[in-house]
């Protein structure tokens, strides 16, 4: 893990630069160091029967570089990710290229576009450009993914615009595998590591969002539209994608709200639609909508149950019906295991997730969050001879604790387990599959502040 101390050397370098001139300028060098240790028995995929857990230990490392002056924002953040054991403990060198973890996870710049004594009244215009990351409403299309170690990342321009509680961003970004001669043609299908999309296998070519929002004394409501391309393609000799002219493009629409029904009850909606064309081609028409409440029994306590329909394909569908959460972080929504919408498929049926979520404040240090939900396919399910199965997918329970003791230093523990159905086996394609599956982990969070004094 040579290249963690390269990075820290260089950030130290830096500081030094960055607290010399701190009085003409904002300056900002934050850093963190995430271990996650993981026992994976059964997680994303139900095992066979007589397969053995897996143990490991992963870490990501970053340090976060920050300006701030006149009409003028710099962010940048280095990141290193590797599992423990990954580099024998005497190389020098990095010698699997596919598993160089080091990386540029976000660098941009962003620039006001109005005289300060304008921004002095509220009003806000500025333009973004760069390498960043894209957190919208709850994260659940567009997030940062931030659990995975790598996280999500899209390079960018993002223009906003802020006055009274008032937001509209205005994004686009236009993907090359590199610098060209001739032509735009795109081969969104990555080497080495599964696309940074929902859409598996494919990354975007281009994408175009409109997000407009407003705050109001209970909550916030907003609107999302997003046009995402994908590069058309021919199946080569050997059935590899090959990119040829043109594009497929599918669109995204929908309101989001967020809001309090008294002083006791939250409750957040949001619905849906996906129309155009899909990664492949075929003709895309698909919904989700997703309601939750949460009730606060005291200032300790709060419950609340929820739904989340997402559509899918059914016996005799034609075309694509399946919705597709696009850039968004799962992990949040559809059960801490990882078994919908993640890298590990379970078919085209859609998903409908019934859920209780609890939360107990112990201390002010101290939190433990509950999730029991009930999984099923949105449609009908056949097995491969053709005989209708139950649509229940199974129930996952899931109990997770975060401890602070400091303010940079946090502990977050897991345990869940996910009671399995022979149809959940059947989408996951797991013969002899068990019908009970477990994981735990410890994550130790640090994320000093270099230039914060004691």
């Not at 001139?21 to 026992?39: D, H, K, M, P, Y």
């Not at 050997?238 to 029904?261: F, I």
């Not at 599959?433 to 000093?448: D, E, H, Q």
Request: charged share 15%.
């Amino acid at each position: 893990m040579h290249s963690i101390y390269k990075i820290f050397s260089l950030g130290f370098l830096l500081a030094g630069f960055l607290t010399a001139g701190e009085s003409a300028a904002q300056f900002s060098f934050t850093g963190q160091v995430r271990t996650r240790t993981e026992l994976r028995d059964g997680f994303g995929a139900p095992l066979q029967v007589g397969q053995d857990a897996a143990f490991f230990t992963s870490q990501r490392t970053r340090l976060n570089f920050g300006y701030a002056g006149y009409r003028t924002k710099f962010f940048t953040a280095i990141q290193d990710v590797r599992v423990w054991g990954q580099d024998a403990s005497t190389n020098n060198r990095i010698t699997n290229p596919a598993q160089n973890g080091l990386m540029v996870h976000e660098a941009w710049a962003e620039i006001s576009l109005l005289d300060t004594n304008i921004t002095k009244t509220g009003k806000d215009l500025s333009l973004k450009i760069g390498r960043q990351e894209l957190v919208y409403e709850d994260s659940r299309l567009l997030g940062n993914l931030d659990w995975l170690q790598q996280a999500r990342r899209h390079d960018a321009a993002l223009l906003k615009y802020n006055h009274n509680g008032f937001v509209a961003h205005l994004g686009v970004a236009f993907n090359q595998n590199g610098e060209l001669k001739s032509g735009t043609l795109y081969n969104g299908v990555p080497t080495g590591y599964a696309a940074g999309t929902n859409a598996i296998g494919t990354m975007y070519k281009s994408m175009q969002f409109l997000y407009l929002g407003k705050q109001f004394k209970a909550g916030n409501a907003s609107f999302l539209v997003l046009k995402d391309d994908f590069n058309k393609y021919t199946l080569n000799e050997t059935g590899a994608k090959a990119p040829v002219g043109g594009t497929w493009s599918r669109v995204t629409v929908g309101p989001y709200l967020n809001t309090r029904l008294g002083k006791s009850i939250s409750l957040t909606a949001s619905a849906y639609l996906q129309s155009g064309k899909d990664k492949d081609g075929a003709n895309l028409r698909a919904y989700t909508y997703s309601l939750s409440t949460l009730y606060a029994v005291n200032k300790r306590f709060a419950i609340g149950p929820g739904v989340d329909y997402l559509s899918g394909n059914g016996v005799g569908s034609t075309g694509n019906r399946r919705f597709d959460p696009l850039y968004g972080t799962p992990h949040k929504f559809w059960g801490q295991m990882d078994y919908f919408y993640v890298a590990d498929g379970f078919g085209k049926g859609g998903l409908v997730d019934y859920y209780l979520s609890s939360i107990i404040k112990v201390s002010p240090r101290f939190s433990i969050n509950t999730d029991l939900h009930e999984f099923a396919s949105a449609t009908s399910v056949m097995s491969s001879d053709q005989n209708r199965l139950s649509r229940s997918y199974g129930t996952e329970l899931d109990m997770i604790m975060n401890y602070s003791i400091t303010k940079t230093i946090g502990l977050q523990g897991g345990y869940c387990t996910f009671f399995t159905t022979p149809t959940l086996a059947a989408v996951k394609g797991v013969s002899n599959a068990r019908s009970n599956a477990n994981w735990a982990y410890l994550m130790i969070n640090i994320k000093p502040d270099f230039l914060a004094k004691n």
